[in-house]
């Protein structure tokens, strides 16, 4: 296993959160961390446009066909040169950092943050590692002569359909990946991030190989193009549902398929546990992107006589963070686009008709604005339990026993990520051992994300496959078993 430092990446909240938190969140932060200093860096690209030319459907066979042909000259096969794709790829993300920065904000009103800076770590961790990961294992064969090994194959020529709410980190990193394991990539990165999309395919056709990574840019008809094409392995990031369309479209060439998906993430706060530092964090990451992560906080399972506690430090942090008036503040990120904001003051108006909205619940659809929302007098019928939430809104549900806690958990789908304040051993053990979810992480949320050492991804209906570090490499690969014998031992 790579030592740890090569692979950690800056803590998830050094990632998230503003300046401004670092005063609020005294405990959380120190102000000497490497991961807080972001060095200014001129980009060689300037954003211009605010569309994304579509790719024509109809060069879309060449495009994969071309890329299959490419995989097949075997340059890919060299370590030198995936390095140097890797250098390449590395290059376009240093001089492109404030483009990139910008793009982001342009679709997200996201501030400056570590999503260039955890790129750029990841990359660089595979150049740095490149030999180590991708060693040949050496095994006893039947014979003492016997030359018995599983070798790290390429799997040929993949496709990685992006997602919008991190536009960078969530294209780049498994096109690194692919790249680190020695494939060819054909890039759909989200036409809904228009800016994001086309900075990335500026950046790609300018720094990377066209035998080594091509874009293609569309919306529906264009990915569905994509599907009905023959890939060594598709890598999908976005939601349930669409992961299902893509899975299907794989099973007809018998395609496998890494799918990142989500889920409702819980957080189960009990008894032992500081509920300050509770609230800070659940308030900080459930307003980052405005709600729209995958990993954030869905629901809390929170003891009734902690609830108020729970609520006032969410309030206090938003506050500190937005100032009174979210509405009013220049860095409150907003909804990606109008869909989703309207399909979030739908949920809304159905909240204020079932629960109680006791902080929040306003909206803006001219400046896609929805105001941090905490709502109680939750049922696990009511509207806002069924779905992910996506968005700022945070329901507590009362639950006083950890095994309703668990139960809830195991009576639904299994989360993306499940995350547990207690500083009780044996509580924390019990939540582990008796429920399933990607990952778990525990008085803290969302840093198991940024550790390289450790594979993220999802389980049943929050994903299928990992990746991240060595678990890029494996996922990229197949397992080829390699055994040789001297016919002068036949």
């Avoid at 800016?195 to 919306?219: C, F, R, W």
């Avoid at 799918?259 to 819980?266: A, D, S, V």
Wanted: overall charge neutral; charged content about 20%.
């Amino acid at each position: 296993m790579i030592g740890i430092k090569t692979f950690t990446s800056p803590s998830f909240l050094s990632f998230f959160f503003l300046p401004s938190l670092l005063s609020c969140l005294p405990r959380f932060f120190s102000s000497s961390s490497p991961h807080l200093h972001f060095p200014i860096l001129y980009s060689q690209i300037i954003l211009t446009k605010m569309t994304v030319e579509y790719t024509p459907v109809s060069a879309i066979p060449k495009i994969v066909a071309n890329m299959k042909k490419a995989f097949l000259t075997h340059r890919t096969q060299s370590l030198e040169f995936r390095k140097e794709q890797l250098r390449a790829l590395l290059r376009a993300v240093t001089e492109n950092e404030d483009a990139m920065v910008e793009a982001i904000r342009a679709d997200l009103n996201r501030q400056k943050d570590n999503e260039v800076p955890t790129i750029k770590g990841a990359i660089q961790g595979f150049i740095n590692n490149l030999e180590d990961l991708t060693k040949q294992t050496n095994v006893a064969g039947f014979h003492e002569k016997d030359e018995c090994s599983i070798r790290l194959s390429p799997l040929g020529t993949v496709l990685v359909i992006g997602a919008w709410n991190f536009p960078m980190m969530l294209n780049i990193e498994p096109i690194a990946g692919a790249i680190a394991a020695g494939n060819n990539v054909v890039l759909k990165p989200s036409e809904v991030s228009a800016h994001s999309a086309h900075l990335l395919t500026q950046m790609i056709e300018k720094y990377m190989d066209p035998q080594v990574v091509q874009v293609v840019n569309g919306a529906v008809e264009e990915t569905s193009a994509l599907l009905k094409e023959r890939f060594d392995h598709i890598f999908y990031t976005g939601g349930t549902e669409v992961g299902r369309i893509v899975m299907i479209a794989a099973a007809k060439n018998l395609t496998p398929v890494t799918l990142e998906l989500g889920g409702k993430c819980p957080v189960i706060v009990t008894e032992h546990t500081d509920i300050i530092k509770a609230a800070q964090a659940i308030a900080g990451v459930k307003t980052v992107n405005c709600g729209q992560v995958c990993l954030t906080v869905d629901y809390v399972l929170c003891p009734k006589h902690l609830r108020e506690s729970l609520i006032q430090g969410c309030i206090a942090t938003w506050k500190h963070l937005f100032t009174e008036d979210s509405a009013t503040c220049a860095h409150y990120p907003k909804i990606i686009n109008a869909r989703q904001h309207a399909r979030l003051e739908k949920l809304l108006a159905t909240v204020k008709e079932q629960n109680t909205v006791v902080f929040g619940g306003r909206s803006d659809a001219s400046k896609r604005y929805i105001e941090p929302t905490i709502v109680t007098g939750v049922t696990l019928k009511d509207e806002i339990m069924q779905d992910e939430i996506f968005g700022p809104i945070l329901p507590i549900v009362d639950c006083d026993n950890l095994q309703d806690a668990i139960d809830i958990i195991n009576e639904r789908e299994h989360p993306l990520a499940l995350y547990v304040f207690s500083d009780d051993k044996a509580e924390v053990e019990k939540v582990i051992r008796e429920t399933r979810s990607g990952g778990v992480t525990v008085n803290q949320l969302v840093t198991h994300f940024y550790n390289h050492n450790l594979p993220f991804g999802g389980v049943g209906n929050s994903g299928i496959g990992q990746y991240h570090g060595k678990f890029s490499i494996d996922t990229f690969s197949h397992k080829r078993a390699i055994m040789i014998r001297s016919q002068a031992h036949l």
